[in-house]
């Protein structure tokens, strides 16, 4: 079964992303050294890294039941940022959520991440996972919220390229059993 391109929570609209919003995921979030500080993805320095991200976009969904989406505001549609599920089995996916800097501390990522929870339900995912650096405070906080329990800590195991390039780093792995 296919996840819905479009979904909506009480405050957010989720969609899969389109050719038209590049410039707009590069403006908004990806090429803000803020923002990307604690993601495990390289800052966009050109459209053409943002190009790349709506490439790979259209790939997960085609191979997968669903992607990565990005988030936009129900009252006036402005673009927030990004969420989505990476698929490694047909049962077991991760997930994540960036934010442009003028949507943090607003509760969007938890309402994000539990609208990815319901559509993981959707397509028949048992397990969703997360991982965030152990000193990501705010991110740990939110997968709380949204209910995913620490496993535990997983060393030496992911790059943060705009935190330490070339050092793996420690994480927090949190996951969810539906």
Not at 97 to 124: C, F, H, N, P, S
């Amino acid at each position: 079964m296919k996840a819905p391109e479009f979904f909506e929570t009480d405050r957010l609209v989720l969609q899969r992303p389109r050719a038209n919003d590049l410039e707009a995921i590069f403006v908004r979030y990806a090429s803000d050294p803020d923002v990307t500080h604690f993601v495990a993805w390289p800052r966009h320095t050109s459209l053409a890294d943002t190009e790349a991200f709506l490439a790979f976009s259209d790939a997960e969904w085609d191979r997968w039941p669903a992607g990565p989406y990005i988030l936009r505001s129900r009252a006036d549609g402005a673009l927030l940022g990004s969420t989505g599920l990476a698929f490694e089995t047909s049962y077991r996916a991760s997930s994540g959520y960036v934010l442009a800097k003028d949507a943090w501390r607003k509760g969007y990522a938890t309402e994000a991440l539990q609208a990815i929870v319901e559509i993981a339900r959707m397509v028949g995912i048992q397990r969703v996972y997360a991982i965030c650096h152990t000193e990501h405070r705010a991110s740990w906080r939110v997968l709380e919220k949204a209910g995913f329990l620490q496993e535990g800590i997983l060393h030496r195991h992911t790059e943060f390229p705009n935190l330490s390039p070339g050092e793996l780093s420690d994480v927090f792995c949190y996951a969810l059993v539906l």
